[in-house]
């Protein structure tokens, strides 16, 4: 989302889509951006919640790394490690990994995403 809108200490959430096999929404909130050692590299923690069709929902501690590209958008990659869920996801345990590239304006992300989710009957 854009900046403006966004309720992030640093002014950078995103909003998007996640298809194929864990259909859903993603918000992620970035609390912290910490310069590394090498220059246009930050370092990043946040929360995130995803939240599927039925209202269900998993809530995510996140953390990772963010370069920026010079053109308004920024390579990065999230890991995120699910903490708790509400509805049929109460008890799913597990972890996401998210690379993609973000849009600063905007706040809007394409990627992919890999993971394993513990406890969660998808059948």
């Known amino acids: 989302m854009p900046p403006q809108q966004c309720a992030s200490p640093v002014r950078i959430c995103t909003h998007g889509t996640l298809t194929g096999g864990f259909p859903s929404t993603y918000d992620f909130v970035m609390d912290t951006l910490v310069p590394t050692r090498i220059p246009g590299v930050f370092a990043y923690t946040g929360h995130s919640l995803i939240t599927v069709p039925s209202g269900a929902s998993l809530t995510g501690s996140d953390s ?28 799913t345990t597990g972890g996401i990994v998210a690379p993609g590239t973000l849009n600063l304006a905007t706040g809007s992300t394409i990627g992919t995403y890999s993971g394993a989710l513990c406890g969660l009957d998808r059948s």
Request: without cysteine; positive net charge.
């Open 64 to 91: 990772g790394l963010m370069r920026l590209n010079g053109n308004g958008t920024a390579s990065f990659v999230t890991v995120v490690r699910i903490v708790s869920g509400t509805g049929e996801l109460a008890g």
